[in-house]
């Protein structure tokens, strides 16, 4: 269990951040003018998507990551496709919120 130690310690640290960051971004967005809401998080989205790019880059262009190291090379593609499909998945939210705020504002559809 010893060698796992610093792993799991990196493990708990992540959980940690993640809850401190859910936190702050809780708060940004109770304090946060509704009409600027969409906003704050499309830039929020764009900072965290860069920032993931670059250590994606650096990763995969590590010496000790290649596809002969079969299974880190597909841990990595791995996350690096459930981070696609969260962007994704992050894109449609926000675009269907703005386009039901939009219709809000607007009131119903004529027909």
């Keep these: 269990m010893n060698d796992h130690s610093p792993r799991l310690r990196i493990i708990g640290q992540l959980a940690k951040e ?14 946060s003018p509704p009409e600027r ?5 499309l830039a929020l989205s ?11 880059v650096a990763l995969f262009s590590s010496p000790g990551l290649s596809e002969e190291k079969d299974e880190p090379f597909r841990a990595a593609a791995a996350m690096s496709r459930a ?5 994704i998945l992050f894109q449609f939210a926000m675009q269907n919120s703005v386009e039901d705020r939009g219709r809000e504002e ?4 004529e027909g």
Excluded: I
């Design 46 to 56: 764009e900072r965290t998507t860069d920032r993931f790019r670059s250590a994606q």
């Design 18 to 31: 993640y809850e401190q960051k859910y936190k702050e971004l809780q708060k940004l967005v109770s304090e």
């Design 106 to 109: 607007t009131g119903p559809e």
């Design 83 to 87: 981070f696609d499909e969260m962007r």
């Design 37 to 41: 809401v969409v906003l704050q998080l």
